[in-house]
């Protein structure tokens, strides 16, 4: 299969099909292309079938992500967040100056007002053909 136009991710040097085979060594710049750091030029590879002995299932490239998944399932059983959580910031946020007060309203007062008792909507028409 023809290599044309491949060029290295690091020094931007064409590369060879001779360059893919084995460690996967840049031979401008010595870099090796086997690492996560150049996981998208890997998969571009993989994509084009330029390169066969690597695939999605490679743990040296991709075991990160099968170990961190883990690692996140096992603290997110374990681990109780309210036991560790310190709620002394959050009361920080809650205003003391405040009181609240209650004042007695005089009842004696809302008896003696005439319509208390009756609908609203009729203390409103009656209101309102006295004050004409």
Known sequence: ???????????SG???EENFLGAMVCPHCNTKL????YLAFLEFLMMQGLVTDIDFFDESIYGHEIEKSETEEELLDE???DEYED???KMEFIDEKHQLKETDSDEEEFR??????EDWQEFNKKDGKTGK
């Open 1 to 11: 299969m023809a290599f044309e136009g491949i060029i290295c991710p690091v020094c």
């Open 14 to 16: 064409s590369l060879k």
């Open 34 to 37: 086997r690492q996560k750091k």
């Open 79 to 81: 681990t109780i967040h």
């Open 87 to 89: 709620k002394s910031e």
């Open 112 to 117: 003696k007002w005439k319509g208390i008792e």
